[in-house]
């Protein structure tokens, strides 16, 4: 007899059935923290070359399900692959972050491509296929980009900024112009997701990193509707696609998110009120979240109460454990095994 595919926790989850024991993993888990990664990005060379050569990029992913045995691995790529893949000249130097030519006025923004070359995301695809490969079945692998807003914000000023004030100021006086930027991205957003998932990736996330910084009027025209077009977009392609939307610092407005946007999830930073998550976004969507990166860094007894006030205010409903943000470089291994064994003793 043939055997039945095995479940994948994550994605149960996601398809609306709640678990016992909620699915865990982490944003950034492949990353500095671990001294394989370290070694693997020293012998890489540039960020880039890690991202960009498959053997790497794989690797990199894989590294920490072997030692935590996590429900989901999510590729290791970055979400400026897309103004890369646009043609803009994409850099990281090290210890300042990502480096872009600035589009800072109509004029420079009517210079931008409107079609990504998608060869050059090739490499990403492979990477994903081969940690498919790798990865036990039950495990689901997650697919990822930046959500149009975030990206926009890097495009505008050619790095990160404190407030991203450069393209907040842009969509002000220019909303034409700053709209093109939007559309380029929701376009090119949704073939990336949809080359990700025909290469293996279960699911994916959108990445809005900056949403929290735009008010009411600007989040509902920049965050919300860029994710409510990629969503359908990629589901137009790909029926029932599993989309995790992300919009940082969201608070007040997750409600009208989820609604309007009909992601499967959506993940909630440490800062949010948990019982307007659980009596407004819960019943509407599965919940992803939302363990404060500084408590896992701390340990002990602040850790455990941490851990614990995520599964009390969200374990009854459909919840994905995750931090509310990425892990920090200087978090301890032991206290990701520490949260590891807590969520998994956890019996809602």
Not at 29 to 45: F, H, I, S, T, V
Not at 206 to 224: H, K, M, N, Q
Not at 226 to 235: E, L, N, Q
Not at 251 to 270: C, F, H, K, N, R
Request: aromatic letters at 8%; one cysteine or more; glycine letters at 8%.
């Amino acid at each position: 007899m043939p055997q039945a595919p095995a479940t994948q926790p994550l994605i149960e989850v996601l398809s609306g059935r709640r678990q016992a024991v909620p699915p865990l993993w982490m944003m950034r888990q492949a990353g500095r923290y671990l001294p394989e990664y370290r070694e693997l990005r020293a012998k890489a060379g540039s960020f880039l070359d890690l991202c960009f050569t498959p053997d790497y990029a794989a690797e990199v992913t894989l590294q920490p399900i072997r030692r935590f045995n996590f429900d989901a691995a999510i590729i290791f790529s970055d979400i400026l692959v897309i103004p890369y893949a646009l043609g803009r000249a994409v850099r990281f130097e090290a210890g300042e972050g990502p480096r872009l030519d600035p589009l800072a006025t109509p004029e420079e923004i009517a210079t931008l491509a409107t079609q990504a070359d998608f060869a050059k995301l090739e490499p990403v695809y492979e990477a994903l296929r081969r940690v498919r490969r790798e990865l036990a079945p039950e495990i689901a692998l997650i697919g990822f980009c930046g959500a149009p807003w975030t990206v926009a914000t890097y495009m505008v000023a050619g790095q990160g900024t404190p407030d991203q004030a450069p393209a907040r100021m842009l969509a002000y006086r220019h909303p034409d112009a700053f709209a093109k930027i939007i559309d380029i991205l929701v376009e090119n957003s949704i073939q990336h997701l949809v080359g990700q998932i025909k290469a293996g990736a279960d699911c994916v996330q959108l990445f809005d990193t900056w949403a929290g910084v735009l008010p009411p009027r600007e989040f509902a025209r920049w965050s919300i509707e860029p994710a409510r077009r990629i969503v359908a977009g990629v589901r137009k392609q790909v029926p029932g696609a599993k989309i995790i939307g992300f919009p940082r610092g969201a608070s007040g407005q997750l409600p009208a998110y989820v609604e309007q946007t009909a992601v499967d999830a959506v993940s909630i930073d440490w800062a949010t009120e948990p019982a307007m998550i659980r009596e407004r976004v819960q019943p509407r969507a599965a919940v992803q979240g939302n363990l404060d990166p500084l408590a896992l860094i701390a340990g002990g007894a602040a850790l455990d109460r941490a851990i614990d006030d995520v599964l009390e205010n969200f374990g009854k409903g459909r919840l994905i454990f995750n931090l509310g943000h990425g892990i920090l470089p200087e978090t301890p291994i032991a206290h990701v095994e520490q949260m590891v064994q807590r969520v998994r003793a956890y019996r809602g």
